[in-house]
């Protein structure tokens, strides 16, 4: 982050969806921990290193928090950093000056090492124990609604700003699980869904294609930010050989290409 609060990698996603002419939206973001801090070294994960000026964190926290807040409402804070090593130390610096910059609102960092919590093929837990936790966030923030006459019925009132130590892999994998839970609300406020029903189970094709949207997005902001698509993450040879090949690649590209970010 900068003195002025401007995160590195900061993106602003909105999710548009028109059904019988009405339209629902839902807005996230994601950046990079707004502290000021660097990685050091040619090891496959460099040391991390906080500053020790402790104004010049917290302020550069509180003016990226600050602009958040004065466009989006009430801002609750994702953390994917693993919570052990390295980027637990970020992590927790993280929580700390978010607490101290929003004082109010120091319960809205939410803290979960996602790459841990998925282990052993637990994916589909980990992102249910995951939303579990964003419930009531989701819940207060709310989103847009417009009805087919043009009135607008509900508004988005807050926002998650997600983060992982690059915001690309473990941050898309939570927007996406972001957005499709929201959508399920939208879809049953339109009267589209009802009950137990499910976007997979009752629009296939088009869960197939909101997947592959978000995918698209990944990958597009991963190339702009380190020079490979998205990784995937599934647990196959193939997939594994290439996210290893990426991994490589986004090494190559780190260290001896644009190292001074």
């Known amino acids: 982050v900068d003195f002025r609060g401007f995160a590195g990698n900061f993106v602003e996603t909105e999710q548009i ?46 003016a990226h928090l600050q602009r958040l807040f004065h466009k989006h409402g009430k801002v609750t804070c994702v953390s994917l ?34 790459h841990r919590e998925k282990k052993g093929g637990k994916m589909k837990e980990a992102i249910e124990k995951l939303l ?17 006459a043009g009135h607008v019925v509900s508004r988005q009132s807050g926002l998650f700003r997600t983060s992982c130590l690059d915001c690309l892999d473990r941050t898309n994998l939570a927007q996406f699980s ?12 339109w009267g589209v869904l009802s009950g137990a029903q499910t976007l997979e189970g009752s629009f296939p094709a088009f869960y197939e294609r909101l997947e592959q949207l978000w ?12 020079g490979t698509p998205a990784l995937s993450g599934r647990r196959d040879i193939s ?22 970010r």
């Open 17 to 62: 969806v028109s059904y019988q002419a009405m339209v629902a939206s839902h807005v996230q973001v994601r950046g990079s921990v707004p502290l000021v801090w660097h990685q050091e070294g040619l090891k496959y994960q460099p040391v991390i290193f906080v500053t020790k000026d402790e104004d010049a964190c917290l302020d550069a926290c509180n």
């Open 81 to 114: 950093l693993y919570q052990h090593g390295n980027e637990h130390i970020l992590g927790g610096a993280f929580r700390e000056y978010f607490e101290r910059a929003s004082p109010k609102w120091k319960d809205s960092f939410i803290a979960f090492d996602l």
């Open 132 to 148: 579990g936790e964003a419930f009531h966030g989701l819940e207060d923030q709310g989103f847009f609604l417009m009805d087919a």
């Open 178 to 189: 972001f957005a499709t839970s929201v959508l399920r609300t939208q879809f049953s406020a």
């Open 215 to 226: 995918s698209e997005n990944g990958d597009a902001i991963s190339i702009q930010y380190v």
């Open 239 to 260: 997939s594994k050989l290439t996210d290893g090949k990426q991994s490589l690649t986004r090494f190559f590209y780190n260290h001896f290409r644009d190292d001074f």
